[in-house]
């Protein structure tokens, strides 16, 4: 038997009708994508006062020119072969300008084959040169300009004390080097390596340190 249909039951049962937007509207669904990606933005970006703070200009840093610096004047106090170091001093006065610039002044000579007119042989005899291998510290004071300073310094910063007579702390000479130029031309790949201050190859360095090349 045909059974009348209730008039309506369609229309509610059914989640589509006719000239009706089927789920919800689109604008709804963009401002919804938009408002998640900002709040994921504001949960997972960091917060720019928290950022790593960047090495001090004062470490990776180069010396400034100074075009009106004078050259400055120094002295050769040492000379020790068998570390292939050299120490000369400056006056006390000398800017930190005036040491990067006879840092430069070496390299320089070096550069042209020079720098035994300038220096002594670290290296005599050497197939590279007189300077094939060498040190160069510089100081203001010429009581760390001695060798056994200067060997302290070559030992670097993690010799053992007791098997070394110290003339003085590493510590204490590190902060007096006011230059230092280490050349090696063995090494073709960075054969000059020059800072104002002084760094071992461990890394540790005084608080003057800068890199100038």
């Known amino acids: 038997m045909d059974t009348e249909q209730e008039p309506g039951r369609n229309e509610q049962e059914s989640p589509y009708e006719e000239g009706k937007r089927a789920g919800a509207h689109p604008l709804v669904v963009v401002l919804g994508m938009i408002g998640g990606l900002w709040l994921l933005i504001v949960i997972f970006m960091p917060d720019p006062k928290h950022k790593p703070t960047a090495v ?15 050259p400055v004047m120094f002295q050769i106090k040492d000379t020790i072969l068998e570390i292939n170091a050299v120490s000369i ?31 002594p042989a670290t290296t005599p005899g050497h197939t590279l040169g007189e300077n094939a291998i060498a040190d160069i510290y510089i100081f203001s004071d010429p009581q760390f300009a001695r060798a056994d300073v200067v060997r302290v310094l070559a030992r670097g910063a993690h010799a053992p004390g007791d098997l070394y007579p ?11 080097v006011r230059g230092h130029y280490r050349i090696d031309l063995n090494d073709t790949g960075n054969p000059d390596q020059a800072s104002i201050g002084f760094a071992d190859e461990s890394g540790v360095h005084s608080a003057s340190y800068r890199r100038l090349f």
């Open 166 to 176: 110290q003339a003085v702390p590493f510590e204490t000479a590190m902060e007096q």
């Open 56 to 70: 001090p200009p004062s470490v990776q840093g180069t010396v400034a020119d100074d075009p009106d610096a004078a």
């Open 89 to 119: 001093s400056v006056p006390p006065q000398a800017t930190e300008s005036q040491v990067a610039g006879l840092l430069k002044r070496f390299r320089q000579a070096r550069l042209a084959n020079q720098l035994s007119t300038l220096l």
